[in-house]
C-alpha cells in the first residue's frame, strides 16, 4: 500500500499561535490531498483540499502548502483555538478514488 | 448540512459470527466507501463503490467482506466469520465524483469477543 506519513506524532501549542503541522507523502502520483481533523468518538472531518496543479490554497484560518519537490504537504492553523484541539490527518489520493491516511498528528491547545 | 449516518455505534459481537454494519450515504452522492481504524492507527481504505459495483479494494478486503447497496439509501459492509483482530472503527463515507473529498460517518464501533 501506500506510506504517508507525519513528522510530529503530538504537538503542543498555545491558544492563539498558529500551528502547523505536516505530512510526507510517498506516490508522487498523487495528485489530489486532503487534510481531516478527528475528534475524540467522531469520523474524519474534511478541512482543506489541495489539488496537485496548486501549491497552495486558503480556507478560513487554515492554509495548505503542496511541495511536490519533496512529496511534502503542511496544514497552517492561524490563531489556534481550544476547538482546534483533535487528530489531523493528511490523505493523499493517486489518479483513481482511492485516499491514504497517515497515521495521524494529536494538536493539543493549551488554553 | 446533509450528513453520512451509520449504525449501529456500537456492535459487539462473538468470534466466527456475522454482522453487517449500515451506511446511509448522502443522498447525491456517487462513489461510496469503508474505511477501518483499529485503535491509535490509521485510518485504512477498505473498498471503494460506484455504479453498483466495486470500483477499488484493499488487500485487507478479503472474502470475509463484502458490500452490497440493497436499495437506493443504504450501503452496508457485511464481515463474516468474525475474528478478534476485526475490532476496530468502521467508517463509511460518500464523494459527489471520484476525486472529490469524502465526507465521512460517526462510524461504528466493532468488538469482537
Known amino acids: 500500500g501506500e506510506s504517508v506519513g507525519l513528522h510530529l506524532p503530538t504537538l503542543s501549542v498555545q491558544e492563539g499561535d498558529n500551528s502547523i503541522i505536516n505530512c510526507a507523502y510517498s506516490?508522487?502520483?498523487?495528485?489530489?490531498f486532503i487534510w481531516y481533523k478527528q475528534e475524540s468518538g467522531k469520523g474524519p472531518q474534511f478541512i482543506i483540499d489541495?489539488?496537485?496543479?496548486?501549491d497552495k490554497r486558503q480556507g478560513q484560518r487554515v492554509t495548505v502548502l503542496l511541495n511536490k519537490t519533496v512529496k511534502h504537504l503542511s496544514l497552517q492553523i492561524a490563531a489556534t483555538q481550544p476547538g482546534d484541539s483533535a487528530v489531523y490527518f493528511c490523505a493523499e489520493s493517486p489518479p483513481g478514488n482511492q485516499f491514504y491516511f497517515g497515521t495521524g498528528t494529536s494538536l493539543t491547545v493549551i488554553p | 448540512e446533509p450528513e453520512v449516518t451509520q449504525t449501529p455505534s456500537h456492535q459487539v459481537t462473538q468470534m466466527g459470527q456475522e454482522v453487517i454494519l449500515r451506511c446511509v450515504p448522502i443522498s447525491n452522492h456517487l462513489y461510496f466507501y469503508w474505511y477501518r481504524q483499529i485503535l491509535g492507527q490509521k485510518v485504512e481504505f477498505l473498498v471503494s463503490?460506484?455504479?453498483?459495483?466495486?470500483?477499488?479494494k484493499s488487500e485487507i478486503f478479503d472474502d470475509q467482506f463484502s458490500v452490497e447497496r440493497p436499495d437506493g439509501s443504504n450501503f452496508t459492509l457485511k464481515i463474516r466469520s468474525t475474528k478478534l483482530e476485526d475490532s476496530a472503527m468502521y467508517f463509511c463515507a460518500s464523494s459527489e465524483a471520484g476525486s472529490s473529498p469524502l465526507h465521512f460517518g460517526n462510524g461504528t464501533r466493532l468488538t469482537v469477543t
Open positions: 489541495i489539488r496537485s496543479n496548486m
Open positions: 506516490n508522487s502520483a498523487s495528485d489530489y
Open positions: 463503490f460506484y455504479n453498483n459495483e466495486i470500483s477499488e
